[in-house]
């Protein structure tokens, strides 16, 4: 699996948010300055973020985006599945994906769905608060 950039920045955008907006909406004209991304790209990555209910909005002059929870309440996997449009080590395990009419016969089936279950439960170890302060408490 290859994150992309929509999943990486959804994790920077809401790092940026939480360094950024304990007193203030943060706007995107700010993060895209701070961040050196396209106003236009961050939209579109704080459109789908909003959506997933990770961020809220305000308008008006003070207008911007918060964070909906603190930092340790969120995870890496929620907040990529929110931005990636898949997640999934190998397309016959996507989401959206018809079931592989080979599914029940592959060999190799079993391990890469071992592996994205095991990928998964790291990133859900990894809160937003972890990814700020740099740390990673996950078990071997």
Known sequence: ?????????????????AENGREKNVSIREMAERQGISDKYLEGIVSRLSAAGLVKSGRGKYGGYRLVCETKDYNVYEILYAAEDSIALVSCLDDDAEECPMMN???????????????????EQISLEDVIEQRFPVEA
């Open 1 to 17: 699996m290859k994150i992309s950039t929509k999943g990486r920045y959804a994790l920077l955008v809401l790092a940026d948010i």
């Open 105 to 123: 016969d592959c060999l190799t089936a079993p391990l890469w769905k071992h592996l994205q279950d095991e990928f998964r439960k790291v990133m």
